[in-house]
Structure formats: C-alpha cells, structure tokens
C-alpha cells in the first residue's frame, strides 16, 4: 500500500479540522475555516514504508457541490468519526454516520477487515459539561467494531498522532496479510511444480 484516504467525519464544530491541524501542524489553532471542504495530504513512514496520506475535511456549511456521504464513504480507506463529549446530538450523528458506512460496505468489495473505523470523543478537557459518558462511547464502539479514543484536541498531541499512526499501521499489517495470502510461500509453489512434472512424468511410463 503506498497510499490512504482517512475521511474525518462528524456533527458540526466537533473538532473535525482542529484534529487534522493538529496531526499536521501539532499546533492547536482556536478557529478554522469551515466553509470549505480541503484534502490534505501528508507522507508518513510506517514500518519502513512510505505512505502519501490524504485527509479528508469535510465543510460543514452548504456550499457548492457539496458532496454527500455517500461518496465521501465510497472515496475513503479509513474513517475518524468525532463527536463532542459535551454534545450529545453530535454523538447521535456520529452513531448515524458509522451505521451508514457499515450498510454501505455490507457486501461490497471492501471487506469489514479492510475497513478501519475510529470512534474519537472529543474535547475532554470541558468534561465537566459532560453529556456523553465514557462508557457510551466504548460501546458503541464495541457495537460496530471500531476502535475507540476519548481525547482533547486542545490539549492531547500524542493522542492524536497516534490515532493517525495506528489507523495506518492497521491498514498497512491488513495490506501485508492480504499480500501473503494472495501470494503462495515459495515452497510450496516449488512443491507444486515439482509435483507436476514429475507426477505427470511417472504417470505416463
Ligand atoms: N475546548 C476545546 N475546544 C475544542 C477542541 N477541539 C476543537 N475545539 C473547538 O471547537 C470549535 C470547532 O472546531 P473545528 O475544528 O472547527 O470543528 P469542525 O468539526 O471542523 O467544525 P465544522 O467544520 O464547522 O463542522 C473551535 O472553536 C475549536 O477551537 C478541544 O479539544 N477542546
């Protein structure tokens, strides 16, 4: 794999571009733009391996072309679905978006292992405006097979690169399996090889 779309998703001004400036730039920057909609794209190392990532922040304001889900969820790799810990309606729309992706992918070529889910509750630094609890968050996770982060943009660096750096190393150990699978050990081609010419040799004295 040399490349990965991650699409961050989620309910208006729950931190979606705060998260993405954060991984990039390691700054926390107070205020962004959301009127328009921006791919990034960053070059990470991973186990030795180079991959161009592409992040994908969606605007939440109308405008123009505004793509739907639905082509945001067939475009990305990976998926980091962001609510507010101290908003509940944005827990609600992330619970909404992560069941539309499992329906879309339901059956289509990409399979549940190839598809890398990321459940982040976001700005735990306000928890004392709590209105989602920890443990919601960890099951609705559990529910629909993602991994589960609770953290504060603001205040959390290290949590947030390592959200971005084992969404990848995932998604790189499924590509390797993948590969191993499709390619047979060369013994056992070898094997196989040998087994033809020369089975077929003694059959036909
Ligand atoms: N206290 C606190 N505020 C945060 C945190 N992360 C983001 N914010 C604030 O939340 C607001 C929305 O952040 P954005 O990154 O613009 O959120 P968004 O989801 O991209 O917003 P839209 O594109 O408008 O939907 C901004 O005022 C940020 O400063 C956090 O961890 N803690």
Redesign the pocket.
């Known amino acids: 794999m040399d490349e990965m779309k991650i699409a961050v998703l ?1 309910g ?7 998260l993405i400036v954060r991984f990039l730039t390691r700054r926390f920057i ?3 733009a ?1 009127s328009t909609e921006c791919i990034y794209r960053k070059c990470v190392s991973v186990d030795g391996r180079q991959i161009n990532l592409e992040l994908y ?1 969606p ?2 304001q109308a405008c123009e072309g505004k793509p739907v889900l639905n082509d945001q969820i067939h475009w990305a790799d990976g998926f980091i679905l ?1 609510y507010d810990i101290t908003d509940r309606s944005s827990f609600r729309t992330a619970k909404a978006i992560v069941h539309q992706i499992r329906e879309l992918h339901r059956g289509s070529a990409k399979r549940d292992i190839d598809l890398h889910i990321f459940l982040v509750g ?2 735990q ?2 928890c004392h405006m709590r209105e989602v609890q920890h443990e919601e968050g960890q099951r609705l996770a559990a529910e629909f097979h993602c991994q589960f982060y609770e953290l ?4 959390h660096y290290q949590e947030v690169a390592l959200i971005f750096s084992k969404m990848v190393q995932n998604a790189n150990l499924n590509s390797k399996a993948r590969e191993r699978r499709r390619r047979p050990s060369g013994s056992k081609s070898m094997a196989k090889l040998i087994n033809n010419v020369f089975g077929k040799r003694r059959k036909s004295v």
């Open positions: 989620g208006d001004g729950v931190g979606k571009s705060a107070g205020e962004y959301s922040d605007c939440s962001v976001n700005k630094d306000l504060s943009v603001a205040e």
